[in-house]
């Protein structure tokens, strides 16, 4: 990628992220920023926005696509993911015209930060 700082990771539930974050530090050298709130994510978007954001599901008893519809008003240039179960053709209709580069499993992994980095650095190269 051209600029590497800041993934603000969306989340309640920062044990689930803990061998992504640190796969994204060491392997790319990011710097983590973690968000435990819709509100707080929407205000990074709008006045200090990441090269990335990952939502979780749910944050604040919100689904990721109403957090990630939120944040597309107020950065649409933002890049995000989103954690989800669903099967892949399901969530792209469910995120459609979101700009959402890459989806995430619940509990994500390194192969999974792996995967995440490549897809970002091919959308901003």
């Known amino acids: 990628m051209k600029k590497k700082d800041t993934i603000a990771i969306v989340t309640n539930k920062k044990q689930h992220f803990s061998e992504v974050a640190r796969t994204l530090e060491t392997a790319y050298g990011w710097t983590i920023r973690w968000v435990d709130s819709a509100e707080k994510a929407t205000e990074l978007a709008e006045k200090s926005p990441p090269e990335l954001m990952v939502i979780d599901e749910p944050v604040d008893g919100l689904s990721n696509i109403r957090i990630a519809r939120d944040i597309v008003m107020a950065n649409p240039m933002l890049n995000l993911a989103l ?11 469910a995120t459609e015209g979101l ?19 490549e897809t970002i650095e091919k959308i901003c190269l």
């Open 83 to 93: 954690v989800s179960a669903l099967p892949t053709e399901i969530f792209h209709q």
């Open 99 to 117: 700009g959402v580069a890459a989806q995430l499993p619940p509990w994500p992994k390194k192969e999974d930060a792996l995967r995440l980095m």
